[in-house]
């Protein structure tokens, strides 16, 4: 199993970006898939999850502002993140739950 997580980078606050997570070694579409983020000194947090039928769920401090979405045609899930704000700054993983599975991370870092 693969997850390959992209699209991180430095943004000012009430920017936008876009994560990637794609996924190999796995059925794709069969399976949900969770974005989870680590600031520095605290603990995970996980900002939303998608089910294998598209069904999403979101911690509150991100409702309204990220979209998760998936495209199974291409093995990718998104985490769409608009209006970021300084606390958003974290480590983001993708996260296969059904085998506890790991990407490796990307830095999002929100700052004027």
Not at 4 to 18: E, H, I, K, N, W
Request: charged residues 15%.
């Amino acid at each position: 199993v693969q997850l390959q997580a992209s699209g991180g980078g430095l943004v000012q606050p009430g920017g936008s970006l876009r994560l990637s997570c794609a996924a190999s070694g796995i059925i794709f579409n069969r399976n949900a898939m969770d974005w989870i983020r680590q600031a520095p000194g605290k603990q995970r947090e996980l900002v939303g999850s998608i089910s294998s039928t598209g069904r999403t769920i979101y911690a509150d401090s991100v409702k309204g502002r990220f979209t998760i979405s998936r495209d199974n045609a291409k093995n990718t899930a998104y985490l769409q993140m608009n209006s970021l704000k300084p606390e958003d700054t974290a480590v983001y993983y993708c996260h296969l739950p059904v085998a506890n599975y790991w990407g490796q991370g990307t830095q999002v870092t929100v700052s004027s």
